[in-house]
């Protein structure tokens, strides 16, 4: 067993704090932090910021040990050019994030979507566990999925499978980030319900609100709210009809909407390419958690 001897630090870096978890070899948690992450302050501050709770993390460990580091980021690492992709924390695009954050500690070290490491968590220890194909997806500020083959995250030859929040499913849709129009982010993520509310309405309401509002049977939160339910359905009926997974795991803060289990699955086999669909859609399990423990099974 080449890795049985080492340590895991993993390291989760989110829009609004960065949190590091020290795993022993039968990941027994020996050590978890959070701090927030200072993105207003822009890439070399974060660059530093991650570099420390490393450092940190590290000095847990009896001197000399061996260990690994991985770290999950909100947007990919191209494959070939070791640049940040399509990271919704934007000013990490175009970076050599992973080459610059071995250069700081000097050891190797592997980053990737966090959608990955959050997919890989939920199939080892949490709601995909004992499936075989398992698709996972955050919907949280943004949106976006990974895929885990056999207990093994797939990467692809661009490093970008199961990249579903930049699936394009609307030409006519909100500009995204990306240079598309009508991304399944701009769709089902809260900052896309946000956005399109607002310029359907004129009016600022956040998606925990427009969700209170459609349950309280408001009218406007009520189109906002059926609309969201039906771009989930679509995009991820879509996926399902490719991968034919054999379960889907929902992660991020809209996880915890209910009516994706109910209403939201009933719109996802409406689209789908069968008509008895079955493919368990589960919420996850692993909570806030899964991203950092993910991040240190990768690493
Ligand atoms: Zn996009």
Redesign the pocket.
Known sequence: MENEQIYRIGVDLGGTKTEAVVLDRADAVLLRERRSTPLAEGYEAILASVAQIVLDASSCLPPGSDYSVGVGIPGSVDAGTGLVR?ANSVCLIGRPFQAELERLLGRKIKVRNDADCFTLAECRNGAGAGYGVVFGVIMGTGCGGGICWQGEVREGPHRICGEW??L?VDPLGAA?????RG?V??KISGSGVEKSFRSRYGESLSMERIVAGARAGEPRCCAAFEAFLDDFGRSLGGVISILDPDAVVLGGGLSNIEELYSRGVERVRHYAFHNDLRTPILKNRLGDSAGVFGAAWIG
């Open positions: 399509n929040g930049h394009s995204c980030y990306c240079g598309n991304c982010e701009t």
